[in-house]
């Protein structure tokens, strides 16, 4: 495949080579290909029919979904037009246009940060579009197509093709200009600081950055990077200078915390905290923090609020909340309050009983606890999205619907086929008889309010039910789970 670099950086034209005879011709582009050129992987293929005339731009996705585009023309013909408005690049507000036809057989690789827009010149013309990235229709985003400053030149354009009126969707008339866009794209590449990389959560997280074609990323395990040692942590910090620390690493043993544990969750919870917080303030970094539910005593009626006065009533719950006051040091801050969390790296309550299911016949839940799974895939995806924003603050997530632990113990058993019965029983006939000194106290009311999520753009993470069905097809393809 031949590659001819344009005048914007990074965005090139490409000739497959062609293999032919009386019959027709052959091409091909490889995966390998693709990547060589900064193009993630093909998430889609997509076609648009369109009549001469019509103009289709220029438009973009808004971070994390921000794609980039192979595109081509299979019938008729289109000339491509595309705008570089990554804020660092050298040639950001500059454009560039590109005949596509089947006949000349050129492709056009469109960088992520890019706005991307056609107009077809001939009728019937058929284009296609090859990104790696999903469409997601409320991270849509476009600059206006004849924004005077960028000063492409359609009058010529138009009359150079034969096209007297151009054809545009309502959308694309009022689109704001480049300068008054507030999206902002850049060329070099942000930095990822994320701890608790054996955890459940940074794990997932790790995997959600490289989903969304991120790869500058320091993912630390807690022999490399020990949070609870103050000079070690400002000296990687300092040298790595991430734009982002998403900070997963916690104590989560709530009963050992109780007894045994407490220092160590002071420590880890609190101190290790405080020093993740003192280096991104040093380096200018947003931090993203994960608290719990535990933070509540459990005893208001209805749905707790962001603005609840915490009242944590363990160890655990103190701790975190000392972690959130440490993390609100730092402004440009994320708080997310999480609950009852599965993700396939780590032990969860799903695996749990998935485990016990093998050898009992009955087991004994909780049924006077109530709140909402998280599973740590869609908390990912949450997280990264939150991670491009400036809606800095504090937010209660968790997957969509409450219920007691013993539903959930009762769905994941249907949901997986499993002949074991679940017996509610209250906190107190399940404890009955054991020390509660060594026992944290556990919330009756874990239910979040999540209305906030919405009120800043953000989308509401699917069922508990949804979200435990798809996490035992995951437990499935990673061969813990037989069905």
Request: glycine share 8%; with cysteine.
């Amino acid at each position: 495949m031949k590659k001819i670099e344009t005048d914007l950086l990074d965005c090139y034209i490409l000739e497959p080579q062609r293999f032919g005879d009386e019959r027709g011709y052959f091409e091909s582009v490889t995966k390998e290909q693709l990547k060589e050129l900064g193009f993630n992987d093909i998430f889609q293929v997509s076609n648009s029919k369109s009549g001469k005339g019509i103009v289709r731009g220029l438009h973009f996705q808004k971070d994390p979904y921000c794609q980039a585009k192979v595109v081509r023309c299979h019938r008729g013909a289109v000339l491509d037009v595309v705008v570089d408005i990554r804020k660092d690049s050298k040639t950001y507000g500059k454009w560039i246009s590109v005949e596509l036809t089947p006949e000349n057989g050129r492709m056009l690789y469109v960088p992520r940060g890019f706005a991307h827009g056609f107009v077809a010149l001939k009728e019937d013309t058929l284009f296609e579009y090859y990104v790696d990235n999903k469409y997601m229709p409320r991270m849509e985003g476009g600059i206006l197509w004849n924004d005077p400053e960028l000063g492409i030149n359609w009058d010529e354009i138009f009359k150079t093709y034969g096209i007297k009126e151009p054809v545009l969707s309502g959308k694309d008339q009022v689109r704001c200009t480049l300068d008054e866009c507030d999206t902002v794209f850049y060329r070099i590449p942000r930095r990822f600081l994320v701890t608790g990389i054996t955890g459940q959560l940074g794990y997932d997280v790790v995997r959600e950055l490289h989903e969304r074609g991120e790869y500058d990323i320091y993912a630390p395990t807690s022999k490399e990077m020990d949070i609870t040692n103050r000079e070690q942590v400002m000296s990687i910090i300092k040298d790595y200078k991430p734009d982002v620390i998403i900070h997963c690493a916690a104590w989560t043993k709530v009963d050992a915390a109780q007894t045994d544990g407490r220092e160590a969750c002071e420590q880890v919870n609190v101190e290790g905290t405080k020093n993740i917080v003192d280096a991104s303030i040093e380096v200018g970094a947003k931090i993203m923090y994960m608290s719990s539910d535990y933070v509540f005593d459990g005893t208001k009626d209805g749905l707790y609020t962001e603005e609840d006065i915490p009242n944590p009533k363990n160890v655990y719950g103190e701790t975190k909340y000392k972690g959130e006051e440490e993390v609100r040091r730092n402004p440009n801050h994320f708080i997310t309050r999480i609950s009852w969390v599965f993700g396939i790296n780590g032990n969860n309550f799903i695996k749990t009983m998935l485990k016990l299911s093998d050898s009992h016949k009955e087991l004994t839940v909780v049924d006077d606890q109530v709140g909402s799974p998280t599973y740590t895939v869609d908390l990912a995806k949450l997280l990264v999205e939150m991670s491009y924003t400036d809606k800095y603050g504090t937010y209660n997530v968790n997957n969509e619907g409450y219920c007691s632990w013993a539903e959930f113990a009762k769905y994941i058993m249907e949901s997986n086929g499993k002949k074991t019965k679940i017996k509610p029983v209250t906190t107190e006939e399940y404890y009955a008889g054991k020390d509660m000194s060594t026992i944290a106290y556990r919330p009756r009311n874990s239910k979040l309010d999540k209305t906030k999520l919405v009120e800043n753009g953000f989308e509401l993470l699917p069922s508990w039910m949804d979200a435990t069905d798809r996490y035992c097809e995951e437990l499935v393809r990673a061969r813990v789970l037989k069905k």
